[in-house]
């Protein structure tokens, strides 16, 4: 007897009269195929990131494989860089289209670098990008911290770098009286909703400029008739710097009070870009001010 005669589906040799039904199988199964692909790409660990500025490179040198990154900023191996050791070695890659597409990126990871343009050409070529939102506060570290390791494939090394922040804020004792100021080269203090301000309450002392809000000029009146305990100063030994002779850093009032209280420098990339070595930071503090406890509370004047 003769055989149904047979249509060719793809390379399957269909019988005759159910290539309908057939065709219909097919289609479900390479839609499920494109599905499950799909699910497996967006949960796969990017292989090429290139990072946009230097906030970028310490969460991605500090969160994914070495092995996974593609490019780094200019700015890696800067006296700022937190993980300048690290970047050695590594391509590095200016903000622009052409230079990062060079390096055939699968992910790019900025806080601030790159303008609009360029974020618009990573959307039309569907290169992903991850964002290190604006951090005030630890809790905001957890939050990025988790998010980018997330993003990078590394959800455990998130852990385990904020296991290590928790470990150390919580070795810092009850909050005391100890006041203290926050001084930059160029005369800015930090009030306030700013992350320095968040980083001496958890060493467990008192902002000297808490009444004010954000980033603010240093309060020389204030210096003058009560000078904090200590002095805490930022960016004093980064050779990016840029101080103003006009600046309040330089006021002869300030200069006498630096002089005769004890200050500490804080570790310029912790304070450059916030990640969770800032816990280990509030702790050295802690510790700085727990050994001028003779010198605690208010001040003579300068």
């Known amino acids: ?45 990017p ?93 905001d570290i957890r939050r990025e911290t988790r998010g980018a390791a997330s993003a990078f494939g590394q959800p455990e090394r998130g852990d385990a770098v904020l296991a290590t922040m928790d470990g150390a804020l919580a070795s810092v004792s009850a909050a005391s009286a100890t006041s203290a100021l926050y001084v930059t080269p160029g005369g800015v ?12 309450s958890a060493a467990g002392l008192r902002n000297a400029a808490a009444s004010q809000t954000g980033w603010v000029s240093l309060p020389l009146e204030a210096v003058a008739t009560q000078t904090p305990a200590i002095f805490v100063t930022g960016f004093a030994n980064s050779a990016t710097d840029r101080v103003d002779r006009w600046s309040a850093s330089r006021h002869p009032v300030m200069r006498r009070a630096l002089s005769a209280r004890p200050v500490l420098a804080l570790d310029t990339g912790v304070i450059a870009c916030t990640t969770w070595l800032a816990g280990a930071e509030a702790a050295r503090l802690h510790a700085f001010a727990l050994r001028q406890q003779p010198l605690s509370g208010t001040g003579a004047q300068p």
């Open 189 to 200: 203090t930090a009030g306030q909703g700013t992350f320095v301000d968040a980083l001496l």
């Open 47 to 139: 292989q090429r990131i290139v990072s946009l500025d230097y906030c970028a490179d310490q969460y991605v040198l500090g969160l994914a494989d070495r092995s996974q990154i593609a490019a780094l900023s200019p700015d890696a191996r800067a006296d700022f860089s937190s993980h300048a050791d690290i970047a050695e070695g590594l391509p590095q890659a200016r903000p622009l289209a052409e230079e990062i597409i060079a390096h055939r990126p699968d992910m790019v990871v900025r806080s601030w670098g790159g303008d609009p343009r360029i974020l618009a050409l990573f959307e039309r070529l569907d290169i992903p990008v991850h964002q290190i939102g604006h951090i005030a506060d630890f809790d």
């Open 1 to 45: 007897m003769r055989q149904p005669e047979t249509f060719v589906a793809g390379r399957f040799a269909v019988p005759h009269g159910q290539g309908g039904a057939f065709a219909m199988r097919v289609r479900i199964l390479l839609t499920v195929i494109g599905l499950l692909l799909l699910t497996s790409g967006a949960s796969a660990q």
